[in-house]
């Protein structure tokens, strides 16, 4: 076919031509909210701070946003323990079995050093097992770096920044799954430590130097 031939099949094309069939795009899957599925639920909680001072000594709430704030020098939360400080909620729905998601924006200011800001206690566990399932710590090195306990990191960069935290927690009668999320990535998938009946904690607990705080908005309680 010479070059006027091409030129005129092409042409046909666009004027009445057979039509030329392209292949379908693929749509773009979107990832999966980590709260599909799951139910909103109310909760409340109780308060654990410095035994000697007032909650406003160690707390504020303003425009949505709860600031929890102490110091290595504080008092323990109940006379005569020998547990670090802390400004804290404890969540009072205490579970053992199901599937329980904590949810809500974190900030942590530069400086906040070794202290943990969310939890899942073991409040009623066998002899000889751990009391926490899980605790997130922010440690003051490559501008806020998170891990999971004192070891592995889950993010750096963290200070003076919301991000969001989702912690979910598929609790069974023998060993459970909990998975860690910020701003909806899964960053952690671990096992539970055994049966247990569980609570959330969010605050600070201090267990470096000087002085540590956190801050919350939009907490939630997923459950399914």
């Known amino acids: 076919m010479n070059r006027r031939s091409v030129l005129r099949a092409g042409a046909g094309l666009l004027t009445g031509g057979a039509a030329l069939t392209l292949p379908a795009a693929t749509p773009a899957v979107a990832a999966a909210d980590p709260t599909d599925g799951w139910t909103r639920t109310s909760f409340t909680y109780s308060w654990h701070k410095p035994w000697n001072l007032d909650l406003g000594d160690r707390h504020s709430y303003s425009g949505g946003v709860h600031r929890m704030w102490v110091y290595a020098t504080d008092e323990p939360f109940a006379e005569g323990s020998s547990t670090d400080p802390r400004t804290e909620m404890r969540w009072k729905v205490d579970y053992t079995t199901g599937d329980h998601m904590w949810d809500a924006d974190v900030y942590l200011p530069s400086g906040t050093d070794g202290a943990s800001f969310v939890q899942i206690l073991r409040g009623v ?80 607990y201090n267990h470096g130097s000087g002085r540590a705080e956190a801050r919350f908005r939009n907490i939630v309680y997923w459950t399914r």
């Open 125 to 204: 566990h066998p002899s000889g097992t751990p009391a926490t399932d899980i605790m997130l710590n922010v440690y003051d090195t490559n501008g806020g770096t998170v891990r999971r306990y004192d070891g592995m990191v889950l993010k750096t960069g963290a200070y003076d920044t919301w991000f969001n935290v989702k912690v979910a927690h598929a609790a069974s009668s023998g060993t459970g799954r909990i998975k860690v999320y910020f701003d909806d990535s899964l960053v952690l998938t671990v096992a539970d430590r055994g049966p247990a009946t569980r609570y959330f904690k969010n605050g600070v």
